[in-house]
């Protein structure tokens, strides 16, 4: 459970003021100087685009410049471009410190900068034929965030359009690793003749026991994800004398929805996702994972992946993946069993810049899990959330190289691919921008992927999480701080001592009313629900704390996600926290009379 210091925030220091470089501001304090840093950025691509073939000649004249039909449709552009300023000055004000919704907030300077400057030279990152520059960019930028994690230099990975995909990646190749490793040894084992096999042991063999095989000839016969998946089902079952419908995955039940949707998509079926329970805590139970993993081996069901969440959607909580890490190094050492330990950290993967070493922001339980990724197998990270880089940005990473090139590569013959450079034929997405990648690239140049950098950052809106939350407890209102937010989330009720949920719920349900982007409240959140199916031990415990009646089968809450570094701001004309807590107070009085 987080563990709240309950201390005011101080003022600034220099190291906090340096901050403030890395971003515009609420009100575009830094508008002067990235403004003519924008404006070099273009006449830089000019130039690049006269010097480039200087004797080609022009192609737009000045005679051509002043015809009629030009001058008309150069004014209706810039019409059209005031119409769509114009409408985007209803966008979600997601910059400002009063937004305290969902995993995003202001971008940074400098992605901004390379996710502009990438936008005006379009690298398209499939091959090094559409991308000299971009695909050395996300080469290095990569580099950072395998440093980042703990991975080593030679591991492997990609920018995606998000999280889900980056999930996407992994089940492939966990999928494809397992299916590749039976197919070896069913190959081998079909020459034995009769005997005694097991599939759940053939399907986690490992790289070594794979490359010492003597495999001579096609054994993709047997291969359930490359060959024919119905025939070689039927031979798998018939070796191995049991019903074989595939491998599955084991998956906690704070689980974003994209994992559902990939068993979909990739056609695991819905008897391949196998949950694992919450603790009271709200995280991953590693005891039930244990059960489970007992249970996939003694029924002899081949595990694709074990998935741990760093940074859960609903509340920012944190699994505890150096348990579930345990076992899995337990069962290797053990029993020669290879299990594929992913971590979904879309959201709180960027907290590993922060001081693990005696941090005063995160629990001994936090610090262990971030610490423990740097020996699971993959990753998915979201730059476009902690990260503050632009839409769209997301990342894979594998630690152990030969899990990412999991199969031949994809044939294009209209591309000349550089097999050792392009990451093309192993990526999901063919056409992929280099935005992304350069503008990560650009936040761990400038402010860095370690403690005095992103790690300062995320220290100071901890500290904010912690003052808000300690107003609000100190606030007279009856509000029940959710417990077990690792970082800097904040989900709470506001549940009267013996009050129905559902009445507690309806109240909730009026508060987001008032606090929804689609209002033009004071301040914008979020909600989320927790139903007692997933969360139930977690819900049973915290409820007791206020002697909740239980007539409905959910709990919802206000969820806010403190990621502006201004929110907690003392130079500033108001002060953010107090503002929001009689806002609220003013809410709960009027739907409460």
Request: glycine share 6%.
């Amino acid at each position: 459970m987080k563990i709240y210091n309950k201390s005011p925030l101080p003022e600034c220091d220099s190291k906090e003021i340096a901050l403030k470089s890395f971003f515009m501001g609420p009100q575009g304090e830094n508008a002067g100087w990235i403004g003519e840093l924008l404006q070099n950025s273009f006449e830089s691509w000019i130039a690049w685009r006269k010097e480039l073939f200087p004797n080609d000649g022009c192609a737009i004249s000045e005679k051509d410049l002043n015809t009629n039909d030009f001058i008309t449709c150069k004014n209706n552009i810039e019409k059209t471009v005031e119409e769509l300023l114009r409408r985007f000055s209803k966008e979600v004000p997601k910059h400002s410190p009063r937004y305290l919704g969902h995993m995003f907030s202001e971008v940074s300077i400098p992605a901004l900068l390379g996710h502009i400057v990438t936008l005006l030279y379009n690298p398209n990152n499939i091959s090094g034929e559409s991308s000299r520059v971009g695909i050395q960019l996300e080469t290095e930028a990569i580099q950072y965030l395998l440093k980042m994690i703990g991975y080593s230099n030679s591991s492997q990975g990609h920018f995606t359009s998000g999280g889900t995909i980056a999930n996407f990646e992994a089940m492939i190749r966990s999928r494809s690793r397992s299916a590749m490793w039976l197919s070896a040894a069913a190959s081998e084992n079909s020459k034995k003749g009769s005997g005694k096999f097991n599939i759940f042991e053939d399907s986690h063999m490992g790289w070594e026991n794979f490359y010492a095989m003597n495999l001579d000839g096609d054994f993709s016969k047997w291969n359930y994800v490359d060959h024919d998946p119905w025939l070689a089902a039927k031979n798998l079952e018939l070796l191995y004398q049991l019903d074989f419908n595939g491998s599955i995955i084991l998956i906690p039940e704070n689980k974003h929805y994209s994992w559902k949707k990939g068993c979909q998509l990739l056609g695991f079926g819905t008897h391949a996702f196998w949950p694992i329970q919450l603790d009271r805590f709200g995280r991953m139970s590693s005891t039930h994972l244990k059960h489970q993993i007992d249970l996939a081996a003694f029924e002899k069901k081949p595990i694709s992946m074990i998935v741990s969440v760093v940074g859960t959607t609903e509340m920012g909580s944190i699994d505890p993946v150096h348990e579930v890490q345990y076992l899995v190094d337990e069962w290797k050492v053990k029993n020669g069993i290879h299990l594929w330990h992913h971590v979904d950290a879309a959201y709180g993967g960027f907290l590993c810049t922060m001081n693990r070493t005696n941090s005063k922001v995160l629990s001994e339980s936090s610090t262990q899990a971030l610490s423990a990724i740097s020996n699971t197998n993959s990753i998915t990270l979201d730059p476009h959330k902690l990260g503050y880089v632009p839409y769209a940005s997301g990342t894979f990473l594998v630690r152990d190289q030969r899990d990412y090139f999991y199969k031949s590569a994809s044939d294009a013959p209209y591309l000349d691919y550089d097999q050792l450079k392009d990451k093309g034929p192993y990526t999901i997405e063919g056409s992929r921008s280099a935005a992304g990648a350069v503008a990560t690239w650009m936040t761990a140049k400038t402010m860095g992927l370690n403690p005095d950098g992103y790690g300062l950052l995320f220290e100071r809106t901890f500290r904010i999480a912690d003052e808000l939350i300690k107003k609000l407890e100190d606030s007279g209102m009856s509000i029940q701080i959710a417990p077990g937010s690792d970082s800097n989330v904040i989900c709470f009720t506001c549940a009267y001592r013996n009050e129905n949920l559902s009445v507690s719920n309806l109240r909730i349900q009026r508060i987001y009313q008032e606090f929804s982007p689609k209002q033009n409240g004071a301040f914008i959140v979020s909600k989320t629900v927790l139903n007692f199916k997933s969360y139930g031990l977690y819900l049973s415990e915290w409820i007791k704390s206020w002697s909740a009646n239980v007539d409905v089968d959910e709990l919802i809450l206000i969820r806010m996600c403190i990621m502006n570094p201004f929110l907690g701001s003392k130079q500033m004309d108001v002060d953010f926290l107090d503002i929001f807590v009689k806002e609220l107070k003013k809410i709960i009085e009027r739907k409460d009379s």
